[in-house]
T-cell receptor, first 113, second 113 residues
Framework: DTGVSQNPRHKITKRGQNVTFRCDPI?????LYWYRQTLGQGPEFLTY????????KSRLLSDRFSAERPKGSFSTLEIQRTEQGDSAMYLC???????????FGNGTRLTVT | ELKVEQNPLFLSMQEGKNYTIYCNYS?????LYWYRQDPGKSLESLFV?????AVKQEGRLMASLDTKARLSTLHITAAVHDLSATYFC?????????????FGKGTLLTVNP
């Protein structure tokens, strides 16, 4: 169990640019989640995959956001035309079936200038 | 819409003292999770509570769940400095799935010598 891995750890970008983050889940986990966390708040749900199928997207996820999980392995989260309000920590988590807890990665901190 | 409230949001306590963090939620659920987050780090799973009356203990921390009152507590016994962190509760939606957790804002615990 090497844990959930996220890259990059930090990303600084100018408003209007596109960014892409990667998440490698724990290998035997078939569920993968993206959450967003801002300072002083708890994580907010963005989207969820079971294997390669994206089963739910939050209303927080505007049309500028897209997530993929090809072949049910790693996942990418892309934000197009970034805005300053997108600045946050983007957390990826994975879990196995049932009610097992989510295992979170260390996150990607995005700063939009 | 599921709402999760934690209190207190800030807790400063002395080593050796006992205290309780409360987590209230607004709609029916029988799945509640407690996480710990150290500064600049990701979230670490502490407890999974899956039924009314569930109680889990690990070291100086004990968590309980009362689904009828929609309340979970995290009790700290004889606090030590190493427990300083932010503690989050997270509630799963009713219906048997853990994928869309709603987190509280977190309780920042500082244990002073």
């Amino acid at each position: 169990d090497t844990g959930v891995s996220q890259n990059p750890r930090h990303k600084i970008t100018k408003r209007g640019q596109n960014v892409t983050f990667r998440c490698d889940p724990i290998s035997e986990h078939n569920r993968l989640y993206w959450y967003r966390q801002t300072l002083g708040q708890g994580p907010e749900f963005l989207t969820y995959f079971q294997n390669e199928a994206q089963l739910e997207k939050s209303r927080l996820l505007s049309d500028r956001f897209s997530a993929e999980r090809p072949k049910g392995s790693f996942s990418t989260l892309e934000i197009q035309r970034t805005e300053q309000g997108d600045s946050a920590m983007y957390l990826c988590a994975s879990s196995s079936q049932g009610n097992s807890p989510l295992h979170f990665g260390n996150g990607t901190r995005l700063t939009v200038t | 819409e599921l709402k999760v409230e934690q209190n207190p949001l800030f807790l400063s306590m002395q080593e050796g003292k006992n205290y309780t963090i409360y987590c209230n939620y607004s709609t029916t659920s029988d799945r509640l999770y407690w996480y710990r987050q150290d500064p600049g780090k990701s979230l670490e799973s502490l407890f999974v509570l899956l039924s009314n009356g569930a109680v889990k203990q690990e070291g100086r921390l004990m968590a309980s769940l009362d689904t009828k009152a929609r309340l979970s507590t995290l009790h700290i016994t004889a606090a030590v400095h190493d427990l300083s962190a932010t503690y989050f509760c997270a509630v799963g939606p009713p219906g048997g799935s853990n994928y869309k957790l709603t987190f509280g804002k977190g309780t920042l615990l500082t244990v002073n010598p």
